[in-house]
């Protein structure tokens, strides 16, 4: 057995602290998917979840790359402090529930709300239109034109369909 010597440590802390960083945060209405969707990029896994209250967070490392995800509670009453996750931000994911038609204009919203606040001015956007597995539900296309994305010019934006329980898209 090799014994490790003070340049292997220094070696190891380096290769650690040679990520570079990344802070994501997860936001939509509540029971969206956002927390599927979390631990599906960190476990590659469904878990079974109940309403987040507050946040969880996971470090995903991705080629030499760490993002620190946070996924922040969607309940209307959790919605004002969501500004509290916003500093250093440099991507946001909005989880859409492409099966909820009635609430579609509070997502709309809620966006366009949190695209305005000074911390998230260089942030990158990507929309997750979840649930595409559901008959029925919205087309990527239709979630695109409610929440008026063409609109978008301050920001790089991209939207995805997917399913967060089967981690299509």
Same mark, same amino acid.
């Given at each position: 057995?090799? $014994? ?6 220094k070696?190891?802390f380096?290769?650690?602290? @040679? ?8 936001? +939509? *209405? ?11 990029f960190?476990m590659? $896994?469904?878990v ?5 209250? +507050?946040s969880?967070?996971? $470090?995903?490392?991705?080629?030499n ?18 500004n ?5 931000? $440099? ?19 809620? *966006?366009?709300?949190?695209? @305005?606040?000074?911390? *998230?001015?260089?942030?990158? *956007? ?7 597995d ?12 409610f ?13 995805? @369909?997917?399913?967060?329980l089967?981690?299509?898209?």
């Amino acid at each position: 057995m090799k $014994e490790e010597g003070p340049m292997d440590n220094k070696k190891r802390f380096y290769d650690e602290t @040679a990520l570079t960083e990344h802070k994501v945060i997860i936001v +939509g *209405l509540d029971n969206a998917g956002k927390t599927t969707i979390l631990y599906q990029f960190s476990m590659n $896994e469904v878990v079974h979840t109940s309403p987040t209250i +507050g946040s969880n967070v996971e $470090e995903i490392v991705v080629n030499n790359t760490r993002f620190l995800m946070w996924d922040i509670g969607g309940q209307e009453s959790l919605r004002s402090s969501w500004n509290t996750y916003y500093t250093n931000t $440099e991507f946001v994911i909005v989880v859409v529930d492409s099966t909820d038609r009635e609430r579609i204009s509070v997502t709309r919203e809620e *966006l366009y709300k949190m695209l @305005a606040h000074e911390d *998230l001015r260089k942030a990158g *956007l990507l929309i997750f239109a979840n649930k595409q597995d559901v008959k029925e539900c919205m087309t990527v296309a239709e979630i695109s034109q409610f929440l008026k994305l063409t609109s978008i010019k301050d920001h790089q934006w991209h939207i995805q @369909a997917c399913c967060a329980l089967t981690g299509e898209g």
